[in-house]
């Protein structure tokens, strides 16, 4: 249980996770991560017969990191103490634990929410929302990603690896379950009013924005990849309908430059989108922070730093190759015109751009990939 003075109700929780205990004839313990409190907290979970353990560092995910550093059991069971969660009844837990479930999680919209549990933009916005980037993101099976009672086998927390402090860790459990390919089971729990006088530690919209923020991070697909080949793709259409309508022999209007160089800007755009997908990918991946990735390590096998700079160099070359003929040749397309100039000049600028872009990517790919397949040696 972690803790930040809770006095009002952590006397309840213990009492009721004991006598879940002594129920089900468990070899358990009570423990007790106090992250600072200052209301006699520690003294009532020790008097109570809880183990208690200090954590310095402050934050919900650092009380619960540490206190399952802390735990002796080959199963642990978290959940907050302020009494919204009922610890007298975890048989669904226990049992798929024994099963061998890695993360049991449990689902207050399942098991039924008590009138007052849940602030409205919580239960109709936060919840709904985060859950279903959740399963989006990474395709994890869970239905409520921020529910505080679960339950995991101390294998799979020393698997995880978890990094995070804040309120994030509640995704961070569930993200990297799902990507280490561990098996998460839910299971219908209820949801209480709080039962403290005191305001929630929780910050709904700073929360909620940290926990979207951690998922676009551990995702860079949906964060840079996919955002950068839609621009691209979009850039790559939008140029070609130019191209063709002034290759058809119209005489080119204004607006056809404006388009041009609007689409041009989308592909260079999208373009370092997709690069930062790859870069993060791969720093995330030499870190620790995301698992294995085979299709990235194949890419490697193909993309070196040669085919790259070969590809940079012939976008280089066609892009000084247009700049040069749009501004030495009076008659681009057949007409002295400023604006049939530009329908050359435009993507010979994007050209050398993306040559040049491709040109340094590759080297930093090349170090980060170096990074990466040195790690094991290390």
């Not at 530009?342 to 990517?361: D, E, Y």
Request: aromatic fraction near 8%; charge should be positive.
């Amino acid at each position: 249980m972690p803790c930040l003075n809770e006095a009002e109700t952590l006397r309840t929780c213990i009492r009721k996770a004991r006598a879940c205990v002594d129920r089900l004839g468990l070899a358990a313990e009570v423990l007790v991560a106090d992250n600072g409190s200052t209301d006699g907290s520690r003294q009532i979970a020790a008097a109570e017969g809880a183990r208690v353990i200090d954590v310095p560092v402050r934050g919900y995910g650092a009380a619960l990191y540490h206190g399952m550093l802390a735990a002796r059991g080959r199963f642990v069971i978290m959940g907050d103490a302020d009494d919204s969660y009922d610890f007298s009844r975890l048989d669904a837990f226990v049992e798929e634990m024994r099963e061998g479930a890695d993360l049991v999680m449990g689902n207050r919209f399942l098991g039924g929410l008590r009138p007052g549990a849940m602030p409205w933009k919580n239960r109709y916005v936060g919840n709904p929302v985060l859950s279903a980037m959740g399963r989006l993101f990474f395709r994890s099976p869970a239905g409520d990603f921020h529910c505080g009672l679960r339950a995991l086998s101390r294998s799979a927390f020393d698997r995880m690896d978890l990094q995070t402090t804040g309120m994030e860790f509640a995704s961070e459990m569930v993200i990297k379950a799902t990507l280490l390919g561990m098996r998460i089971v839910e299971v219908p729990t209820t949801l209480d009013p709080a039962g403290r006088s005191r305001p929630p530690h929780l910050r709904p919209w700073r929360d909620a924005w940290r926990h979207v923020r951690f998922m676009l991070l551990y995702c860079p697909r949906w964060l840079f990849l996919y955002p950068g080949a839609a621009l691209v793709t979009a850039g790559v259409i939008v140029g070609a309908a130019v191209l063709m309508r002034a290759l058809s022999g119209r005489p080119p209007v204004e607006a056809d430059a404006h388009a041009l160089l609007l689409a041009a800007a989308g592909v260079i755009l999208g373009f370092q989108g997709v690069a930062f997908a790859f870069c993060a990918r791969i720093y995330a991946l030499t870190e620790g922070l995301l698992p294995e990735d085979r299709p990235l390590e194949r890419m490697f096998r193909y993309f070196t730093l040669e085919t790259g700079l070969a590809a940079g160099a012939v976008l280089l070359l066609f892009g000084l190759g247009g700049a040069v003929y749009a501004v030495a040749d009076p008659t681009v397309l057949g007409m002295d015109d400023p604006r049939a100039r530009l329908l050359v000049a435009i993507p010979a600028a994007a050209s050398i751009c993306l040559g040049g872009q491709i040109v340094f990517l590759s080297f930093l790919l090349s170090f980060l990939g170096l990074r990466r397949r040195s790690a094991p040696r290390t």
